[in-house]
């Protein structure tokens, strides 16, 4: 037997692929896209959100500004892991990072965390809770102690 990538594909990889949709949406800056990939109801922390978006129109709110820039952005992924919770519900985290160049002079964000939790309804893979923020700096390695 031969099976296709799709015949083994689980919750996990479907919902992974849902979401690869967000970083070519974010780089194309079609906002109603991004926004839509959300659930009504969707929990939202984007990077620079100060408060806990709940509302559809937040989410768009959010994107609309954030997207709405003179630059040219590259948006890759890095580090993404997908677990299924169940079959209609898979948390996915990660980092990605976010180029951007405007009259030549390219400025990199990031890493950036994202944590997202997917839930099928209807047939499609929804973000229901997002959270993005800056990765911390790693501490620097402290000289060892002379005694």
């Known amino acids: ?19 690869s949709g967000f970083f070519p949406a974010f780089v194309a ?19 620079l959100s ?11 709110q959010y994107f609309t500004a954030a997207l709405d820039r003179p630059d040219i952005a590259q948006a890759t992924p890095l580090q993404m892991t997908a677990t299924a ?8 985290a990660g980092m990605w ?3 951007r160049t405007l009259d030549g002079k390219t400025t990199v964000g990031g890493p950036l965390r ?12 929804l973000v229901v809770q997002f959270h993005n923020s800056p990765r911390p700096v790693p ?3 402290q000289p060892a102690s002379t005694r």
């Open 114 to 125: 994202v944590t997202a939790v997917l839930q099928k309804r209807g047939g499609r893979w």
């Open 97 to 99: 990072k976010v180029e």
């Open 85 to 92: 919770l169940s079959d209609s519900i898979v948390v996915i």
């Open 139 to 141: 501490p620097s390695p």
């Open 1 to 19: 037997f031969v099976f296709s990538p799709l015949a083994q594909a689980g919750p996990a990889e479907d919902a992974q692929s849902a979401f």
């Open 50 to 60: 100060p408060n806990l978006v709940t509302k559809p129109e937040g989410v768009l």
């Open 29 to 47: 800056r079609n906002q109603a896209g991004v926004a839509a990939m959300f659930a009504p109801d969707a929990q939202f922390y984007g990077t």
